[in-house]
């Protein structure tokens, strides 16, 4: 009676063993499930800001900007650099250069772009000043990553 007393208790603590254990897979499951419904959402309104500016070009987004700061006429140029596509995200890399831009300029310039809604991203900035007739002037260099989405063989769906 005593080993089957032993016996029974072991068998009791497997048991709830078990069920702790499950219970935390469980557990872990709907976090992971609220995780993903919170990534898919959020993945959504990105592919929806995305779409927005389909077939939107950077370079004329740049001498938009350019224009509403007033300095359209010193953007010299916007060169693509490189493009690559990971799953249906496609990344293209700019090269834009300014010149005989104020400090003022620049910064108006860059929180034009920045805060336009436009998906693309500053990598890096180059500034090199100089003094022309007694002014300093910038010449600013930017690497600049746009985002799109990219095309689908055969269409979308």
């Known amino acids: 009676l005593?080993?089957?007393?032993?016996?029974?208790?072991?068998?009791?603590?497997?048991?709830a063993g078990q069920v702790e254990h499950r219970e935390e897979a469980i557990r872990n499951a709907q976090l992971m499930a609220t995780q993903f419904q919170t990534n898919e959402s959020r993945a959504n309104e990105i592919a929806a800001k995305l779409g927005e500016h389909k077939g939107a070009n950077l370079s004329a987004h740049l001498e938009k900007a350019a224009q509403s700061v007033g300095i359209a006429d010193r953007l010299d140029s916007v060169k693509v650099s490189s493009s690559s596509i990971t799953g249906d995200l496609e990344e293209k890399l700019y090269?834009?250069?300014?010149?005989m831009l104020s400090l003022e300029d620049a910064t108006n310039f860059l929180y034009e772009i920045e805060t336009s809604?436009?998906?693309l991203v500053v990598q890096s900035a180059k500034f090199k000043t100089r003094m022309r007739?007694?002014?300093k002037e910038i010449k600013l260099t930017l690497s600049i990553a746009a985002y799109s989405l990219a095309a689908t063989e055969g269409g979308e769906g």
């Not at 032993?6 to 603590?13: A, C, D, R």
């Not at 090269?95 to 010149?99: G, K, N, R, V, W």
């Open 95 to 99: 090269t834009a250069s300014l010149s």
């Open 117 to 119: 809604g436009f998906p």
């Open 2 to 15: 005593s080993a089957g007393v032993v016996w029974m208790n072991g068998s009791l603590k497997n048991l």
């Open 133 to 135: 007739s007694q002014v």
